[in-house]
């Protein structure tokens, strides 16, 4: 009798699923564990989405020499230790190299590699999105095109027509209308392998199928071949205009084989609202049931579509289909936990985090704007009926100065991790390499404009020099001196720019 009381112990410590050990607590993931429905995957450079959680929860790297180091919490259950992220990153830039899984399922995310529709992505920049949770200082995830993440070879997560539910705490003031900046179940192939073989959150302004009422942006399913807003693909719910609040938590669950609901709120207030419930699409051959592969994205498309942009604080995915009640719980969790602080950042502003465009002020030139060329930096004429590819050359992110966190830096829209920087006082767009003299000179220092219009962008290492177009190229000139971009004629102006907002987003 004892021995067969031991054994079924024993045999049901074999069966029981780790996580279900986890279920103490007040985070997400201890509500879902509670309700039977545990995390079988756990993101967040923020904060511990389990209140026992000790472990890391993302891998910063420095671009300098290579080194990588694991941030983890400040407390078991608690927030991200930024600081020790800081003080490893200093005096470099840092990207994020792995977003880990607090589950016990290994699910960690890393870059994700080329696919069906775009070549490998870029690790985001570590530092470019600094917000506070419960008054700690932490970083969010900044995508800004060519970034994300994957894990093709996942534990637990549902295949085929298996139930599932996920959240995602993204911000309704970084977005794009380019596919797709996802959160989910994709391809493990990284391919479009067709109809329902994705089951992702989706966050953007891409209108995949019509209607969709309002400018949004609207949390939608990604069932691959579609971002759909019911089950007749374009939305039936005409009081659905899109989620703009700062930060939003937005929310997938599908049940695989008849039913999918997608729900969204604001994460510093209030309640998830229900944006559709019901029948999983039946017009299209492929979604009902589902076909699920069980790999893991965020940032991208299933086939890694990389032209989105977005923010993450954190997000999971489940194991069986969530109540509405422990849906709701999550949110009041993510109410209590207290996101805010300087995110999220206006597009066209001098402010790190911004997007932007600089158009020259001299008469004559003012349709010009800084845009890269061949790895040069020069202005060229740009409109709005401009091809996608000069608008997005002539957009920069605007970073905290590289040398002086005083001043600023300008990443490429286009190409992450290159930055504009002169050399023998010609501008070029270059990776930032780590080395003191690249900071120093991708380093500028905002002044009122020397004109009198605009702003001006004084050289941190040579700061009598101004960031200039001579001849439509780019250089740091002095007003007067030895060489032809020196010249006196017409400095002022060349040297003021109009700070706009972002031709490419
Ligand atoms: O379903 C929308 C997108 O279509 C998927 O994310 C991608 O795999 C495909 O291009
Ligand atoms: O652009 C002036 C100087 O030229 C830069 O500081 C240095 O990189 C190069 O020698
Ligand atoms: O960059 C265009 C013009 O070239 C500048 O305004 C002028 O200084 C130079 O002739």
Do not use: K
């Given at each position: 009798m004892v021995l067969g009381t031991l054994a079924l112990l024993a045999a049901s410590a074999l069966t029981?699923?780790?996580?279900?050990?986890?279920?103490?607590?007040?985070r997400p993931c201890d509500i879902y564990a509670t309700a039977?429905?545990?995390?079988v995957a756990a993101h967040s450079?923020?904060?511990?989405?389990?209140?026992?959680y000790n472990g890391p929860l993302y891998q910063v790297q420095r671009v300098s020499d290579g080194a990588t180091s694991a941030i983890g919490v400040l407390a078991p259950g608690g927030y991200a230790n930024a600081a020790a992220q800081d003080s490893f990153c200093s005096g470099t830039t840092c990207v994020i190299t792995v977003v880990y899984d607090?589950?016990?399922?290994?699910n960690d995310l890393t870059v994700a590699p080329a696919g069906g529709a775009g070549g490998a992505d870029n690790p985001a920049p570590a530092d470019a999105l600094p917000v506070t949770v419960g008054g700690h200082p932490v970083y969010g995830i900044s995508f800004s095109g060519v970034m994300g993440y994957r894990d093709n070879?996942?534990?637990g997560v549902a295949t085929g027509a298996r139930p599932e539910g996920m959240y995602m705490v993204t911000s309704g003031t970084h977005y794009n209308d380019r596919c797709c900046f996802d959160y989910g179940n994709a391809e493990t192939n990284n391919l479009?392998?067709?109809?329902?073989h994705m089951d992702a959150i989706y966050f953007g302004t891409?209108?995949?199928?019509?209607?969709?009422?309002?400018?949004g942006p609207w949390v939608m399913?990604?069932?691959?071949n579609g971002l759909f807003q019911s089950n007749a693909g374009g939305?039936?719910?005409?009081?659905?205009?899109g989620d703009r609040s700062p930060y939003v938590t937005a929310v997938l669950k599908n049940n695989g084989t008849n039913y999918f609901a997608v729900k969204a709120g604001n994460a510093q207030s209030g309640a998830l609202a229900t944006r559709y419930a019901g029948p999983?699409?039946?017009?299209?051959?492929?979604?009902?049931p589902m076909q699920k592969e069980g790999a893991i994205i965020l940032?991208?498309?299933?086939?890694?579509?990389?032209g989105a942009i977005g923010s993450f604080f954190e997000g999971a995915m489940t194991s069986g289909l969530p109540t509405d009640a422990a849906e709701a719980a999550v949110q009041a969790s993510v109410v209590a936990a207290g996101y805010g602080g300087p995110s999220p950042v206006p597009a066209g502003?001098?402010?790190?985090?911004s997007t932007l465009s600089l158009r020259a002020t001299t008469p004559g030139y003012t349709d010009r704007f800084i845009r890269h060329q061949a790895g040069n930096a020069v202005t060229s004429i740009i409109?709005?009926?401009?091809p996608a590819l000069d608008k997005a050359d002539g957009s920069w992110i605007v970073r905290?100065?590289?040398?002086?966190?005083?001043c600023v830096s300008f990443e490429s829209r286009n190409y992450p991790g290159d930055f504009l920087r002169h050399y023998n006082f010609r501008v070029y767009r270059q990776?930032?390499?780590?080395?003191a003299i690249f900071r120093a000179d991708a380093t500028f220092c905002p002044r009122p404009?020397?004109?009198?219009?605009g702003t001006s962008l004084a050289s941190?290492?040579?700061?009598?020099r101004y960031l200039r177009h001579y001849d439509n190229t780019l250089f740091i000139a002095s007003?007067?001196?030895?060489?032809?971009?020196?010249?006196?004629?017409?400095w002022a102006a060349d040297v003021s720019w109009t700070v706009s907002p972002p031709w490419t987003a």
């Open positions: 029981t699923p780790p996580e279900a050990t986890r279920a103490a607590g007040t039977g429905t545990p995390c450079t923020a904060r511990a989405l389990f209140g026992s607090q589950s016990s399922r290994h070879a996942t534990d479009d392998t067709g109809n329902g891409l209108c995949w199928f019509s209607p969709c009422n309002g400018s399913a990604d069932l691959e939305s039936t719910n005409g009081s659905y205009t999983l699409p039946t017009s299209r051959p492929g979604y009902s940032g991208i498309g299933g086939d890694n579509s990389n502003t001098l402010t790190a985090g409109t709005s009926s401009s905290r100065g590289l040398a002086d966190p005083s990776p930032m390499d780590g080395t404009g020397r004109s009198g219009t941190y290492n040579y700061p009598t007003n007067g001196g030895p060489n032809p971009f020196d010249n006196a004629a017409s």
